[in-house]
């Protein structure tokens, strides 16, 4: 009631303060800080796996298919690129943000561990 009645009675005023919280409010607007472009580390862990020696075929047959079945297990995994060169196969793991990395970390080399005990590269001899 109190508000009110100032301001019809005193409408001067009344505008003036107006005035003054709205300039108030451009200046605070201004020296607001925005970062357009946020440092954001993205959760992401590049895994190299050297065979030397082998094609690409033989690469992607006896590592990206093995690899790429051990790391099904790890959780929190948003998309896995997967590349076979001569004699090198490239893994990028891409992980949720929420996930914890260092736990990823754990998670993927204990998967990449399973997968090196449990199914070695077939030789060509056998």
């Known amino acids: 009631m109190f508000l009110s009645n100032f301001s019809v009675r005193r ?4 505008v003036v303060i107006i005035i003054m919280l709205m300039a108030l409010g ?3 607007i201004k020296k ?3 970062n357009q472009i946020p440092d954001v580390a993205l959760p992401l862990l590049v895994v ?3 065979y030397p020696g082998a094609s690409p075929d033989t690469v992607e047959r006896e590592v990206l298919n093995r690899v790429e079945k051990s790391l099904q297990s790890v959780t929190g995994i948003k998309e896995l690129k997967a590349s076979a060169n001569e004699g090198n196969a490239n893994f990028l793991v891409f992980f949720e943000f929420k996930k914890n990395l260092i736990e990823a970390t754990d998670e993927v080399r204990n998967a990449l561990a399973q997968c090196a ?3 070695p590269p ?5």
């Not at 409408?11 to 009344?14: K, L, S, Y």
């Open 11 to 14: 409408p001067v005023v009344t």
């Open 26 to 28: 451009l200046l605070a």
């Open 32 to 34: 607001l800080k925005v």
């Open 48 to 50: 190299d796996i050297n």
């Open 117 to 119: 005990t449990s199914c």
């Open 122 to 126: 077939k030789s060509a001899n056998r």
